[in-house]
């Protein structure tokens, strides 16, 4: 079956860069997806990385190596209302092709 | 352009009752797939509907169930409620089938408590 590793947890100060792992195990790969959830609230698209390499959006970037079966997500310049969850997500196949997310990240960030 | 909207937002149950929940997806998005999260758990998919059929159902048991109207609108039921089903039932669309590169536009989700 399809399984993502990512840390429970990541803590920073404002103005710092954090990056979170994601690791996967799917068959069938087709994309790696990040997704921010603020308490209460409903998940929102951050970025997607079908090939290798680094995409930018503005103080995020994410990275994926599918030779690897691993990706990040690394946020710039921290700012308070950063402090969220954090989920990595694939689609993968093998004839199911249901999406999958990690548990999520908890990013703390302090003044 | 309004986004995902879900009904109701809280809904408290007890053990054995069913439930229906609602999902209003963005104009124009087509497909509509379930999640359920509880704390610590991430996202758990349910299924995924595109154009009324269903493409994808994820491991859950088929108290489960689900469909999807002409409109794209989508409702999720669960039969013969259980205290593990307390959970926050999110809903999300897309433009896309699911292809790879799709966008998930997510809803508030529905905060269901099981007593």
């Keep these: 079956g399809q399984s993502l590793e990512q840390p429970s947890e990541v803590t920073a100060v404002e103005g710092a860069i954090v990056q979170i792992n994601c690791t996967y195990q799917t068959s069938g790969f087709y994309g790696l997806s990040w997704y921010q959830q603020h308490d209460g609230g409903a998940p929102t698209f951050l970025s997607y990385n079908a090939l290798d390499g680094l995409e930018e959006t503005g103080r995020f970037s994410s990275f994926l190596s599918r030779s690897d079966s691993y990706g990040y997500l690394l946020l710039q310049e921290l700012q308070m209302k950063d402090s969220a969850s954090y989920f990595c997500a694939v689609r993968s196949g093998g004839g199911s092709y249901i999406p999958t997310f990690g548990r999520g990240t908890s990013l703390i960030v302090h003044p | ?115």
């Design chain 2, 1 to 115: 352009k309004a986004g995902v909207t879900q009904t109701p937002r809280y809904l408290i149950k007890t053990r054995g009752q069913q439930v229906t929940l609602s999902c209003s997806p963005i104009s124009g998005h087509r497909s509509v797939s379930w999640y359920q999260q509880t704390p610590g758990q991430g996202l758990q998919f349910l299924f995924e509907y595109f154009s009324e059929t269903q493409r994808n159902k994820g491991n859950f048991p088929g108290r489960f169930s689900g469909r999807q109207f002409s409109n794209s609108r989508s409702e999720m039921n669960v039969s013969t409620l259980e205290l593990g089903d307390s959970a926050l039932y999110l809903c999300a669309s897309s433009a896309a089938r699911g292809t790879g590169n799709e966008k998930l536009f997510f809803g508030s989700g529905t905060q269901l408590s099981v007593l």
